[in-house]
């Protein structure tokens, strides 16, 4: 039973009523959409009781209104569907034919709403809380209570979020409260309104409501066959916004047409836990701009992200710091679904930007549903996986274990990314006299491993983006961590340097779409400028062709003026000296011409976005 629309009925069901009723609701609820498209069509099927006609809805927005004369304009409009109503101009020739049908001169005191009949209309008004600062609530409602509710007995709902008017008149310092028990709102509130009711939306019932408007019938049938699943996801979120139900829908929708059959059926458990769970966080805010929150936050939930939070709540010298962001997503959506979760790159890409890239979206799938065989994976990461799982060792296998693996970190075999969490175990053995090694010699042979393994790894992000030491903070741990980004950061300036260079080289030789790619291999972190010889880059800018000059501007504006401040600052800020070494060039270059043309339109547009990223840089 829907307890919102039975309260409703009840209240249109009585007869002569001389007040009005609230739905009240947070915005993204979807009560408007509740009121006009869910219930609507119910509550016009009923029968004034006195007059015994049916009803018949009138539903405006209160949103900027400024007077009670653009309030008279809507609900007219509404009733007679004539537009342009807010300002009144579509409202003059109604005005004469209603005077011509009375046979009134216009000269006259002439009031258009005593000649209008209201009562068989629910007038509903929407986003009360909207208002223009410029009115008084109190007025407001007065003036419905005045001419619908009170003295003209008209059915009137109130369509409102209350904890926004709360906080608006909480603002007002001129309102005086006698009754210190009471707010502000709740004594005006009492005046004019004689029931609230509450509306929640059943997110069961939106979510497949939802799905079955989807056109595309397979995708629709798709979701419909993993509906509780979906819902359950949903529902572990703990909002009730159903707009951003709708953005869930939507991605879901541009993925599921971007892959085949084969793999989304391989993998409909995986998209659906990552899209929601990213799509209902980015709507609550935590990747803006002003959070220090990075896809690096919740990219490496794993097993080794589940062994060292196991260590940080065991171990006092392994003790754990306040609890990170990757704890609470952690805690709040993969509890006891671990297993299905994978960081798509491509559909986190997709939610925080609208952009999909269908290659990278194939490439991740089809990774993760290619099976690993415990033969093709080597000895060393078979170690790694079973040290990581130590509580499960027997004895005899956990020194075999710790032995072998101290004697491939001696010989350099584990990459220096992987040393960080290796030595937070050992040392946790260490704590727990599980070692017969002296601390100083594990340190030693740790030290030793790094230095061999420099000669023989290369730079890997991905290894790199892993380690997090917002898990498990030990001194010793963090000493090698900075001899193992020392490491990182040499290897990266040459990768990066490299990576420029034939980027340059070989845009010359590619379509728009190659040259997209070829950006979109490169890290939207990495500096791309700071090891180029502008007067080469500007020589190579003036000679191509308008449709690559005009890609490029736009890769510009992605990569500098896209980003937030802080990432410009703390990951791009190499490239600021050659941008500003190129933005000069680009000006003395401009004054050259003497007619417009469009490769001048598109290097207008370059110096453009460099002037932008620069002032904001300061």
């Known amino acids: 039973m829907d307890k919102v629309l039975e309260t409703i009925k009840k209240y249109l069901l009585r007869a002569n009523t001389d007040y009005a009723i609230m739905l009240k609701a947070e915005w993204g609820y979807g009560k408007t959409y509740y009121i006009k498209k869910s219930i609507k069509e119910d509550i016009e099927k009923i029968i004034n009781p006195s007059t015994g006609n049916r009803y018949k809805m009138i539903h405006i927005s209160l949103s900027g209104i400024q007077n009670s004369k653009e309030i008279y304009n809507l ?33 006259e005191n002439f009031i258009l709403s005593d000649y209008l009949d209201y009562r068989d ?16 609530l109190e007025d407001v409602l007065g003036f419905i209570n005045s001419n619908f509710t009170e003295h003209n007995k008209i059915k009137t709902i109130i369509i409102a979020n209350e904890n926004q008017i709360e906080k608006s008149l909480v603002r007002q310092e001129d309102k005086k409260v006698d009754d210190a028990e009471k707010s502000v709102y709740s004594i005006i509130k009492e005046k004019f309104i004689f029931r609230t009711i ?10 497949l409501s939802s799905v079955q408007q989807i056109a595309n019938k397979k995708i629709q049938q798709k979701l419909l066959d993993n509906l509780d699943f979906l819902s359950e996801i949903i529902n572990l979120s703990n909002s009730k916004n159903i707009r ?10 541009i993925i599921l047409n971007a892959l085949t059959d084969e793999l989304f059926n391989q993998s409909i458990e995986e ?18 701009k002003n959070k220090k929150i990075t896809p690096q936050n919740i990219q490496n939930i794993n097993a080794n992200f589940l062994a060292l939070r196991s260590l940080g709540k065991i171990e006092k010298t392994f003790k754990a710091p306040e609890r990170t962001y990757k704890d609470e997503f952690y805690e709040k959506y993969l509890i006891d679904k671990f297993q299905l979760y994978h960081f798509f790159q491509s559909i986190f890409d997709l939610v925080t930007t609208g952009f999909l890239d ?11 549903i290619t099976p690993v065989h415990v033969e093709e994976l080597k000895e060393e990461n078979i170690l790694y996986n079973q040290i990581i799982h130590f509580r499960d060792l027997s004895n005899e296998e956990f020194d075999k274990t710790t032995k072998h ?77 900075k001899e193992v980004g020392k490491f990182h950061k040499a290897k990266q300036a040459l990768v990066e340097k490299k990576q420029a260079k034939e980027l340059f080289k070989n845009i010359e030789k590619i379509d728009t779409h190659g040259l997209r790619d070829l950006f979109n291999n490169i890290s ?16 190579f800018l003036m000679e191509l062709p308008n449709e690559k000059l005009h890609r490029l501007v736009t890769i510009f504006q992605t990569k500098y003026l896209d980003a937030s401040p802080r990432d410009v600052a703390d990951f791009l800020s190499q490239d600021i000296p050659k941008l500003n070494e190129l933005n000069i060039k680009l000006a003395k270059h401009l004054k050259r011409y003497k007619t417009n043309n469009v490769q001048r339109y598109h290097l207008s547009d370059l110096k453009s976005i460099i002037d932008r990223v620069l002032k904001i840089h300061e």
């Open 524 to 539: 939207s972190f990495q500096p791309i400028l700071k090891d180029l010889k502008i007067s080469t880059f500007f020589k």
């Open 75 to 107: 609900i007219i409009g509404e009733k007679y569907k004539l537009v342009n109503t807010k300002t009144g101009n579509g409202i003059s020739g109604f005005v004469n034919s209603v005077a011509d049908f009375f046979g009134i001169s216009l000269k």
């Open 198 to 207: 509450k509306y929640t939306p059943n997110i069961e019932d939106v979510l």
């Open 271 to 288: 998209i659906l836990l990552f899209t929601t769970s990213i799509c209902y966080e980015y709507k609550k805010g935590e990747f803006s």
């Open 358 to 368: 269908k290659n990278l979206l194939i490439r991740e799938f089809q990774e993760l």
């Open 244 to 253: 951003t139900l709708h953005f869930v829908i939507d991605n879901l929708q």
């Open 121 to 136: 209309n629910i007038i509903c008004f929407d986003d009360l809380e909207r208002i223009s600062s410029k009115l008084n």
């Open 405 to 481: 693996i101290l004697g491939l970190i001696k010989e350099g075999v584990y990459s220096p990314y992987v040393l960080p969490e290796l030595l937070m175990f050992f040392l946790h053995f260490k704590e727990k006299k599980l070692l017969s090694y002296k601390e100083k010699t594990v340190l030693r042979k740790f030290y030793f491993g790094l230095k061999k393994a420099k000669e023989i790894h290369t730079y890997n992000k991905v290894l790199h983006d892993r380690i997090s030491l917002s898990d498990i903070k030990h001194p010793e741990v963090i000493n090698l961590y």
